[in-house]
T-cell receptor
Framework: DQQVKQNSPSLSVQEGRISILNCDYT??????FLWYKKYPAEGPTFLIS?????DKNEDGRFTVFLNKSAKHLSLHIVPSQPGDSAVYFC????????????FGKGTKLTVNP | GAGVSQSPSNKVTEKGKDVELRCDPI?????LYWYRQSLGQGLEFLIY????????KSGLPSDRFSAERTGGSVSTLTIQRTQQEDSAVYLC?????????????FGPGTRLLVL
């Protein structure tokens, strides 16, 4: 039973355009969400996070949107750059609960020059 | 400063053998996590150490898996009597205080192949 779902295994966009990566969750107790980026042969690195008290968090080219009623979040990258090509993992947790992140399966983003 | 390191980077073993995977967390980080990423899957939580507390082993898939953390620093994940389905990338991460909302710093992983 997957609590965090990234239904698109891959996404391809043109350099300079917007990349939108989606994530859905089923556990309504989740109240903190994170995105990690992973290059081949490296460990994931933290990208951006959002608390459930917000519906948007922005950091440079990266913006995460949270729709609690739909149990959906998305990561927007604009403008996309070839160096953004990586696998993006969505993760969720319940603050004050078990200190474990629940990860999605990831979406492989390819940004074409 | 050094990040999280893991060794070996790659390990090929025969079915039925035991393997040990090592993780050196960032110095001073009290929390250490082990995850597994099987082909086409996300990161699967295995075990979590926080300071001197008893580890959270709830993610270990079977009793063939065990882990220890000596002196609150280095951790070893042991898989006994390996099976082909154990083939995966094993990732270690550490964080400073052990709150799941904190940034976790990952090592490069150990790629395990069980033949």
């Amino acid at each position: 039973d997957q609590q965090v779902k990234q239904n698109s295994p891959s996404l391809s966009v043109q350099e300079g355009r917007i990349s939108i990566l989606n994530c859905d969750y089923t556990n309504s107790m989740f109240d903190y969400f994170l995105w990690y980026k992973k290059y081949p042969a490296e460990g994931p690195t933290f990208l951006i996070s959002i608390s459930s008290i917000k519906d948007k968090n922005e950091d440079g080219r990266f913006t995460v949107f949270l729709n609690k009623s739909a149990k959906h979040l998305s990561l927007h990258i604009v403008p996309s750059q070839p160096g953004d090509s990586a696998v993006y993992f969505c993760a969720a947790l319940t603050q004050g609960g078990s200190e474990k992140l629940v990860f999605g399966k990831g979406t492989k983003l390819t940004v074409n020059p | 400063g050094a990040g999280v390191s893991q060794s070996p980077s790659n390990k090929v073993t025969e079915k039925g053998k035991d393997v040990e995977l090592r993780c050196d967390p960032i110095s001073g980080h009290t929390a250490l996590y082990w995850y597994r990423q099987s082909l086409g899957q996300g990161l699967e939580f295995l075990i979590y150490f926080q300071g001197n507390s008893a580890p959270d082993k709830s993610g270990l898939p079977s009793d063939r898996f065990s882990a220890e953390r000596t002196g609150g620093s280095v951790s070893t994940l042991t898989i006994q009597r390996t099976q082909q389905e154990d083939s995966a990338v094993y990732l270690c991460a550490s964080s400073s205080m052990g709150l799941a909302s904190e940034t976790q710093y990952f090592g490069p992983g150990t790629r395990l192949l069980v033949l």
